[in-house]
T-cell receptor, first 111, second 113 residues
Framework: AQSVAQPEDQVNVAEGNPLTVKCTYS??????LFWYVQYPNRGLQFLLK??????LVKGSYGFEAEFNKSQTSFHLKKPSALVSDSALYFC?????????FGKGNQVVVIP | NAGVTQTPKFQVLKTGQSMTLQCAQD?????MYWYRQDPGMGLRLIYY???????DKGEVPNGYNVSRLNKREFSLRLESAAPSQTSVYFC????????????FGEGSRLTVL
């Protein structure tokens, strides 16, 4: 079974600073991991995914994530946060071809 | 290019009333899903349809029925609404269940009084 933990309820970051949203996973077998974002009053949008291959995955809107097997992490990063990046971010494992969305992490980018 | 379209966007029901949420996608996707989102609970899968002609239960199917009308459309029906079904409902689609890249609609906010 695959599960993830997003340890911080809310991430606050100043505009222009690096943004990191943390995710650690526990899996049996090879993990399939995804990041989704939900902007206020909108549906979710796919950002990126890790299946196999390169550990550094680049996604939409300047985001990237690094799959780290030794630390069992899949943190989402952006070099310079924008106010418009304020949203709810979901680290999502694939469970038998069904995505298991949790509560997500609220990110607030402060102008 | 509309993507995934849900109707209605807002609905208020009284306990015991019935209603159907409609969802359509124009991306020629095979798989479609219904989720509900509640504060503190994240998104939970209600039902999904891996391909036209098939439907399967998700985590929280009780109180709901679905119909995969054709490849484009996947509806969610509440036969006898309860206050516990007050939620925001999202429809999503993907090329297949294996791809993991879901495209979501804008959501339907349902209140049951």
């Amino acid at each position: 079974a695959q599960s993830v933990a997003q340890p911080e309820d809310q991430v606050n970051v100043a505009e222009g600073n690096p943004l990191t949203v943390k995710c650690t996973y526990s899996v049996s077998g090879n993990p399939y991991l995804f990041w989704y974002v939900q902007y206020p009053n909108r549906g979710l949008q796919f950002l990126l995914k890790y299946i196999t291959g390169d550990n550094l995955v680049k996604g939409s809107y300047g985001f990237e994530a690094e799959f780290n097997k030794s630390q069992t992490s899949f943190h989402l990063k952006k070099p310079s946060a924008l106010v418009s990046d304020s949203a709810l971010y979901f680290c999502v494992p694939d469970r038998n071809n069904r995505l298991a969305f949790g509560k997500g992490n609220q990110v607030v980018v402060i102008p | 290019n509309a993507g995934v379209t849900q109707t209605p966007k807002f609905q208020v029901l009284k306990t015991g009333q019935s209603m159907t949420l409609q969802c359509a996608q124009d991306m020629n996707h095979n798989s479609m899903y219904w989720y509900r989102q509640d504060p503190g609970m994240g998104l939970r899968l209600i039902y999904y349809s891996a391909s036209e002609g098939t439907t399967d239960k998700g985590e929280v199917p009780n109180g709901y029925n679905v119909s995969r009308l054709n490849k484009r459309e996947f509806s969610l029906r509440l036969e006898s609404a309860a206050p516990s079904q007050t939620s925001v409902y999202f429809c999503a689609s993907s090329l297949t269940v294996e791809t993991g890249e879901l495209f979501f609609g804008e959501g339907s906010r349902l209140t049951v009084l």
